[in-house]
């Protein structure tokens, strides 16, 4: 397959991707969607950012367009509440007229029109799992009639501590059912769970999950730990597009935040101690370009789809190799072209030698000179400063 119009779908389906500008296929997404289409269990292992949520709602709408009903055929389990919220706005992309919308079931928000949406008579159910077997201890939701499981982010909802309540919700399906299984790994734990879901299952693997896509250029910046922020601005000032940026904690974060807004950049950020309507709000100032800096923990370096981030900055260093695959796993997404800065301060520069060990691939080194980081906004008084501030930024990057 090298373009969906090859796929045997309805021309409704064809007419929602050709209007979405979806036309050419990922490697995952060629390699699940003919299976899934077949009515196959499969198992997919790819790298973050290759097009996994395609790969899976094409084969799901065009079997509930199939098979119209107000029960629930599909259900999509997810991680976290940000992804099964953009999951939806992929669906709608999709979705047909004669498709109701999908019901949202996720924690962080109110229940009430969750409740209502399931009521409608969805076909198609997007839950974490702690929020869904809330709703199934309450009697609030049928699951006993579902065609198809999608398992998104499997290794993640089980980091997460989500299998006592994905075992609940799989002891109620039916046994019949399609599954759709999709982890960036394949550990013990995440084996033994699709082992018991699946029947028969298709294996995919999208190159290595081990290792950063092809079409992110790496690059390390081993300074001073007073230099830190001052290589950080320079990256900065430097780059034109969207950048994300990452820290180890809620409270670096904020600091970091605080200071680059201090220091004239539109920036914003996302942690797990901000309400939903605070990460709601910073995501999409962030995706329609308000704020041209996210700063971010992990809880953005998975299970969160970004459009366009041309620059991924590692402040800190991840605890684990893992997590860094996955933060530069947020720029060159599905085949674009991205960059991924890391900046090493002290002991984080072992560290990321043991990241490269452990990864089995060599960071390009590269250097910026501090001392001549351009002055930061609020130091910048008059014209004239402005003229050297802009003199400093053409001689340093040119």
């Known amino acids: 397959m090298t373009t969906f119009a090859e796929l ?14 979806f036309t050419i296929p990922t490697p995952i997404q060629a390699q699940t969607i003919p299976h899934a289409l077949a009515g196959k269990d499969v198992i997919a292992t790819a790298q973050t950012g290759t097009g996994k949520t395609l790969a899976f709602l094409i084969p799901l709408i065009e079997r509930l367009q199939q098979q119209p009903s107000r029960q629930v ?35 962080g928000l109110s229940e009430k029109p969750q409740i209502a949406a399931v009521r409608a008579g969805s076909s198609l159910v997007i839950a974490t799992p702690g929020r869904l077997q809330d709703f199934i201890t309450r009697h609030l939701i049928d699951l006993r009639q579902v065609k198809v499981l999608v398992l998104d982010e499997a290794d993640r909802m089980l980091d997460m501590g989500f299998l006592p309540a994905i075992r609940r919700i799989l002891s109620i399906l039916p046994q019949g059912k399609q599954t759709l299984c999709f982890s960036a ?35 390390a910046y081993e300074v001073r ?17 969207l950048t994300l940026i990452f820290t180890r904690t809620k409270r670096g974060a904020e600091r970091l935040t605080k200071e680059l807004v201090q220091d004239g950049f539109s920036a914003a950020m996302i942690h797990g101690g901000r309400s939903q309507s605070q990460r ?37 260093l991840p605890s684990l190799a893992e997590d860094f695959i996955h933060r530069v796993g947020r720029t060159g997404r599905a085949g674009s072209l991205g960059r991924a800065s890391t ?30 980081a351009p002055l930061p906004k609020r130091f910048v008084k008059n014209t004239l400063a402005t003229r050297t501030l802009t003199a400093l930024e053409g001689e340093v990057f040119a």
């Not at 699709?194 to 079409?215: F, M, Q």
């Open 73 to 107: 055929h599909a259900l999509v389990l997810l991680p976290t509440r940000e992804l099964a919220m953009q999951v939806n706005a992929e669906y709608e992309k999709l979705r047909s007229r004669n498709l109701p919308k999908s019901a949202l079931v996720i924690g």
């Open 280 to 316: 709601n709000g910073a995501l999409s100032g962030f995706q329609d370009g308000r704020f041209k800096v996210l700063v971010a923990t992990d809880v953005a370096s998975r299970g969160l789809h970004m459009d366009d981030v041309a620059h991924v900055i590692n402040y800190d």
């Open 343 to 372: 900046l090493a301060a002290g002991v984080e520069v072992m560290g990321l030698r043991q990241i490269e060990r452990t990864l089995q691939l060599r960071i390009e080194r590269k250097q910026v000179d501090a001392s001549y």
């Open 225 to 241: 730990p007073a230099e830190k922020l001052d290589v950080l601005r320079q990256l900065l000032y430097a780059e034109k597009g």
């Open 8 to 21: 045997p779908l309805s021309s409704a389906l064809q007419q929602k991707l050709a209007a979405a500008e």
């Open 185 to 219: 790994t394949m550990e013990q734990s995440v084996a033994g769970l699709v082992r018991d879901c699946t029947h028969h299952p298709i294996r995919v693997a999208a190159g290595s999950v081990l290792k950063p896509v092809e079409s992110v250029e790496l690059h």
